[in-house]
């Protein structure tokens, strides 16, 4: 069992930055591949970024290369996400989520998620 806590979102201007952190409880945090999704209003809820369990991998929407940078401490139960160059087009409520299927199309696959957090607002203005 794994118990997922976001923190970090926030209202900020356009071109801005913010920092996710997602705390994780149990000692098999390590052994999970992690991945933040977001959902606007009405919207799916969509694939942002994907880390393996050693950070050896990294996957990202193609909208927020460049923008966005997924990391993980293991040490510390917890997996971040920086978002700079923030644009309004990036509103919405960002989730953090643990799974073990890494491989193909798996990662960007929210079904593939086995544990999620509550979610955390981001609401950029223009």
């Known amino acids: 069992q794994v118990q997922l806590v976001e923190s970090g979102g926030g209202l900020v201007q356009a071109g801005g930055s913010l920092r996710l952190s997602c705390a994780a409880s149990?000692?098999?945090?390590?052994?999970?591949?992690m991945g933040w999704f977001r959902q606007a209003p009405g919207k799916e809820r969509e694939f942002v970024a994907f880390i393996s369990w050693s950070a050896g991998r990294t996957y990202y929407l193609d909208s927020v290369k460049g923008r966005f940078t997924i990391s993980r401490d293991n040490a510390k139960n917890t997996v971040y996400l920086q978002m700079n160059s923030l644009t309004p087009e990036d509103t919405a409520v960002y989730y953090c989520?643990?799974?073990?299927?890494?491989?193909?199309?798996?990662?960007?696959?929210?079904?593939?998620?086995?544990?999620w957090g509550q979610g955390t607002q981001v609401t950029v203005s223009s």
């Open positions: 989520a643990a799974t073990k299927t890494t491989y193909g199309s798996g990662p960007y696959d929210r079904r593939n998620y086995d544990y």
């Open positions: 149990g000692r098999t945090f390590s052994m999970y591949a």
